[in-house]
C-alpha cells in the first residue's frame, strides 16, 4: 500500500531536549516536505527537499533542520524545542518536482513542547 | 495581507445541497491544489489544476487563471463531506520553487 509514515503519532517533550520525528515513504517519490498546522494559521511549509541531498527552506524553517540521505526518508529534527513550535505536523511526498503531482500526506504528529 | 483567500470560512448546508467553496490569490500561480482534511486531522489531495475543470464524483474543481480564482464543487452533498478543504497554491513570487502557500481552509458541515 502506498502510503506516507510519520512516527510519533503524539509527543510530549521539554524545552531544549532535542527531538526527530521520522518521516518515510514507500512510492519512490523524489518530492518531500514537512509542514505546521496551527489554528488560525492554516498549514505552513517547514523545508522539503527536491531529492536526495536536496533541502531547501518554506516560510517557517526557523527552530528546524532536516535531511535527506536516502530517497525514502526525510527526518524533521528539532535541536532545542521550545513551547511556540508546539504544533501538528505533517510529512507529505509527491513525484517529481513536487506541485505538479498529487501530494501525499502522513497521518500527522501532534507535539506539545512544555 | 494573506495571498491565499478562501470562503467562506465556515459553511453549514443540509444534505444534498450544492455547495460551493471559493479560493482566491494575488500572486501568479504554475498550479493549485484542492485538499480535503477529515475531522481526525487526515489530509488527501482531491485536485491538481492548472486550467480549466476536473471532475472526480460529485466534486468539480475549477480555476480561471485570468481571475486568480478557483472553486470546489460538491454536488448532492452528504454528511461524509464534512470536512475542511483547503486550498493551496504554488506561486511565481514570494520564495523559490517548491515553496507552497496554502489557505486557511473551509469548514465544511453536512446535516442530515
Known amino acids: 500500500e502506498a502510503q506516507v509514515t510519520q512516527n510519533p503519532r503524539y509527543l510530549i517533550t521539554v524545552t531544549g531536549k532535542k527531538l526527530t520525528v521520522t518521516c518515510s515513504q514507500n512510492?519512490?517519490?523524489?518530492?518531500m516536505s514537512w509542514y505546521r498546522q496551527d489554528p488560525g494559521l492554516g498549514l505552513r511549509q517547514i523545508y522539503y527537499s527536491m531529492n536526495v541531498e536536496v533541502t531547501d527552506k518554506g516560510d517557517v524553517p526557523e527552530g528546524y533542520k532536516v535531511s535527506r540521505k536516502e530517497k525514502r526518508n526525510f527526518p524533521l529534527i528539532l535541536e532545542s524545542p521550545s513551547p511556540n513550535q508546539t504544533s501538528l505536523y505533517f510529512c507529505?511526498?509527491?513525484?517529481?518536482?513536487?506541485?505538479?503531482?498529487?501530494?501525499?500526506f502522513g497521518p500527522g504528529t501532534r507535539l506539545t513542547v512544555t | 495581507k494573506n495571498e491565499v483567500e478562501q470562503s467562506p470560512q465556515n459553511l453549514t448546508a443540509q444534505e444534498g445541497e450544492f455547495i460551493t467553496i471559493n479560493c482566491s490569490y494575488s500572486v501568479g500561480i504554475s498550479a493549485l491544489h484542492w485538499l480535503q482534511q477529515h475531522p481526525g486531522g487526515g489530509i488527501v489531495s482531491l485536485f491538481m489544476?492548472?486550467?480549466g475543470k476536473k471532475k472526480h464524483g460529485r466534486l468539480i474543481a475549477t480555476i480561471n487563471i485570468q481571475e486568480k480564482h478557483s472553486s470546489l464543487h460538491i454536488t448532492a452533498s452528504h454528511p461524509r463531506d464534512s470536512a475542511v478543504y483547503i486550498c493551496?497554491?504554488?506561486?511565481?513570487?514570494?520564495?523559490?520553487?517548491?515553496?507552497?502557500?496554502f489557505g486557511k481552509g473551509t469548514k465544511l458541515s453536512v446535516k442530515p
Open positions: 507529505a511526498s509527491s513525484a517529481g518536482q513536487g506541485f505538479y503531482h498529487e501530494q501525499y
Open positions: 512510492m519512490n517519490h523524489e518530492y
Open positions: 493551496a497554491v504554488k506561486g511565481w513570487f514570494g520564495g523559490s520553487q517548491g515553496n507552497l502557500i
Open positions: 489544476l492548472s486550467s
